[in-house]
């Protein structure tokens, strides 16, 4: 047996017999569909539903597209668009729609760690963590504002094709 990873979102898994992951290729992973399940918690507010449908692929200048469909709780369904390029090994850079700024990703071996500044000062740090199925991550995402947790979120990602 081989221990299953521990998240940097403090979450210990128990012993596991399933095989530890490979290195994560992102953007294989994220390569035609997606589907992201998770439950997004605001301070002083309720947990929401926080669901995410996306369509990825290699764009017209050699960058990665990713078109996300948001559907966050009673709120009305929105899109946002992410385009990145690799700027090195396992580190890129790139462009989201929600984002003020460059947003910028290192993937290392099974984890892949992203951030950026989002509108009203919110420092985003996302940590997706391939699974032993090699097909569905652990998503962990921070909101800070002022060096202080505002929001986080917590779910899934699964590969779809």
Request: proline share 5%; glycine share 12%; hydrophobic share 40%.
């Amino acid at each position: 047996m081989k221990p299953a990873i521990v998240g940097l979102a403090l979450i210990a898994f128990s012993v596991s017999a399933a095989p530890a992951p490979h290195d994560l290729d992102i953007t294989a992973f994220f390569t035609g569909r997606t589907r992201t399940e998770n439950v997004l918690k605001v301070a002083f507010h309720r947990p929401t539903p926080l669901n995410v449908d996306s369509i990825g692929g290699k764009g017209d200048r050699g960058d990665f597209v990713l078109v996300d469909t948001v559907h966050e709780g009673d709120k009305p369904v929105r899109t946002r668009k992410w385009i990145m390029h690799e700027v090195g090994p396992g580190h890129f850079a790139g462009t989201l729609t929600d984002a003020v700024g460059p947003v910028d990703m290192s993937v290392n071996g099974g984890v892949a760690t992203v951030r950026y500044k989002m509108k009203g000062g919110l420092d985003i740090i996302q940590t997706m963590t391939l699974q032993g199925d090699g097909r569905s991550m652990a998503n962990h995402v921070t909101a800070k504002k002022f060096g202080l947790t505002v929001a986080h979120v917590d779910g899934t990602v699964r590969k779809l094709d």
